[in-house]
T-cell receptor, first 112, second 114 residues
């Protein structure tokens, strides 16, 4: 059974801080790792990573995958209060992209 | 506007009373999926569908049924709801199943079973 573990469970930082969120996984035949942001409503897609060592970047957010050590990190620099959310990590396996296994998420709170 | 809609958004019901949560997308997506989200357990996949009349179980299918008679609709059916099905439910869709495409999530349905 595929498994995704995220840490920390929750985090409180001040605006302007840099944060690193962790995601480790166990999957029989890894295909991709996904990051989503969930504010008060539905999750929204951030990144998909399939190759080790290649950083994906979008503004102040970036993510990298280590397929040897089976983990990914999501970095957020110069945090803003609008970054407050639950960040979800998920994996898909080579059986297809259809089956998605999510972690429990990291709750980030950014205070002014 | 491209979107995934779910109805109802909130529902309080009693044990054993059959209910259906509807999900509809207007993006002509092939793939649709249902998840439940519970504190401490994250999002767990219930069922997914790769196209019309093609459905498969996710990680937690017990107590649920689905159907995909039309491409745009993917209802979730609880034949005999129980209190352990109290949860926040999300429907999601994406364009294709041949490669990973961003999943678009509906707004969620908060279900309480008494």
């Amino acid at each position: 059974e595929d498994k995704v573990v995220q840490s920390p469970l929750s985090l409180v930082v001040h605006e302007g801080d840099t944060v690193t969120l962790n995601c480790s996984y166990e999957v029989t035949n890894f295909r991709s790792l996904l990051w989503y942001k969930q504010e008060k409503k539905a999750p929204t897609f951030l990144f998909m990573l399939t190759s080790s060592g290649i950083e994906k970047k979008s503004g102040r957010l970036s993510s990298i995958l280590d397929k040897k050590e089976l983990f990914s990190i999501l970095n957020i620099t110069a945090t803003q209060t609008g970054d407050s959310a639950i960040y979800l990590c998920a994996v898909t396996d080579s059986g297809g992209y259809q089956k998605v296994t999510f972690g429990t998420g990291t709750k980030l709170q950014v205070i002014p | 506007e491209a979107q995934v809609t779910q109805n109802p958004r909130y529902l309080i019901t009693v044990t054993g009373k059959k209910l259906t949560v509807t999900c509809s997308q207007n993006m002509n997506h092939e793939y649709m999926s249902w998840y439940r989200q519970d504190p401490g357990l994250g999002l767990r996949q219930i069922y997914y569908s790769m196209n019309v009349e093609v459905t498969d179980k996710g990680d937690v299918p017990e107590g649920y049924k689905v159907s995909r008679k039309e491409k745009r609709n993917f209802p979730l059916i609880l034949e005999s709801p129980s209190p352990n099905q109290t949860s926040l439910y999300f429907c999601a869709s994406s364009f294709s199943t041949s490669s990973y495409n961003e999943q678009f999530f509906g707004p969620g349905t908060r279900l309480t079973v008494l």
